[in-house]
């Protein structure tokens, strides 16, 4: 793929201005899980590599409409765009566009192919372990919430509130990541990620409760 160098750099700039959590560094990440469960699990590493690059690349859109545009669905619609003018046959295009429309959970959208489900896995793994810890107190403090709020009724915080914090995050959201992945490999990773991060949040909360 003599384009891949472009199509990085087209991303990157699509990418510039959004939230640190989905940004150009969350998509390398997301490609360079894609392309290790990728070959362990014996998918097409021209569509992944492809559909992993370009699987955010509507994140702008869904943030300057506050959701309103799924990034999912703008993203396989850029993605297509993007590969027709360099002359991508359709059928692999269908391919690439599959995994992008189906990476987002909260979309109910089901992967059907290798590729979609290790390009899902791949995204969900980025968010859960150390780097998962990371994340979700970067976006925390971009929203201006609390550093931890244990003692709340978690269902009842309103998002992007005071109490919209990465305890909620994890309690309600990350917990159940690893239940949801398909792939073996994909499995084996997120087992070692949720465990770091169950035992984080355990040891959080025996600090704040001076108990450590």
Same mark, same amino acid.
Request: charge should be negative; include cysteine; hydrophobic fraction near 35%.
């Given at each position: 793929?003599?384009?891949?160098?472009?199509?990085?750099? +087209?991303?990157?700039?699509?990418?510039?201005?959004?939230?640190?959590?989905?940004?150009?560094?969350?998509?390398?990440?997301?490609?360079?899980?894609?392309?290790?469960?990728? !070959?362990? $699990?014996?998918?097409?590493?021209?569509?992944?590599? *492809?559909?992993?690059? *370009?699987?955010?690349?509507? =994140?702008?859109?869904?943030?300057? @409409?506050?959701?309103?545009?799924?990034?999912?669905?703008?993203?396989?619609?850029?993605?297509?765009?993007?590969?027709? !003018?360099?002359?991508?046959? $359709?059928? !692999?295009?269908? !391919?690439?566009?599959?995994?992008?429309?189906?990476?987002?959970? =909260?979309?109910? =959208?089901?992967? $059907?192919?290798?590729?979609?489900? +290790?390009?899902?896995?791949?995204?969900?793994?980025?968010?859960?372990?150390?780097?998962? +810890? &990371?994340?979700? #107190?970067? #976006?925390?403090?971009?929203?201006?919430?609390?550093?931890?709020?244990? &003692?709340?009724?978690?269902? $009842?915080?309103?998002?992007?509130?005071?109490?919209? @914090?990465?305890?909620?995050?994890?309690?309600?959201?990350?917990?159940?990541? #690893?239940?949801?992945?398909? @792939?073996?490999? &994909?499995?084996?990773?997120?087992?070692?990620?949720?465990? #770091?991060?169950?035992?984080?949040?355990? =040891?959080?909360?025996?600090?704040?409760? &001076?108990?450590?």
């Amino acid at each position: 793929m003599d384009f891949i160098k472009e199509i990085q750099e +087209i991303v990157k700039k699509e990418l510039c201005s959004v939230n640190s959590c989905h940004d150009w560094e969350h998509t390398e990440r997301v490609y360079n899980l894609a392309m290790h469960i990728g !070959k362990i $699990e014996k998918a097409d590493l021209e569509v992944l590599a *492809l559909a992993s690059l *370009l699987h955010d690349v509507g =994140r702008k859109a869904e943030e300057e @409409t506050k959701g309103k545009i799924d990034h999912a669905l703008k993203g396989s619609e850029m993605a297509r765009e993007i590969l027709e !003018k360099y002359g991508l046959n $359709e059928k !692999k295009i269908q !391919k690439i566009c599959h995994c992008i429309e189906t990476h987002r959970s =909260r979309a109910n =959208r089901i992967p $059907e192919s290798l590729e979609a489900k +290790i390009l899902y896995d791949s995204d969900k793994l980025d968010s859960i372990g150390a780097i998962g +810890i &990371g994340r979700i #107190f970067s #976006f925390a403090g971009h929203i201006g919430a609390k550093v931890h709020n244990k &003692g709340v009724n978690l269902n $009842e915080v309103e998002e992007y509130s005071l109490d919209d @914090t990465a305890w909620r995050e994890w309690e309600l959201k990350l917990k159940h990541v #690893f239940s949801r992945i398909y @792939t073996d490999e &994909g499995k084996r990773i997120a087992k070692e990620r949720h465990e #770091f991060m169950e035992g984080f949040f355990d =040891r959080l909360n025996k600090e704040v409760d &001076g108990e450590l």
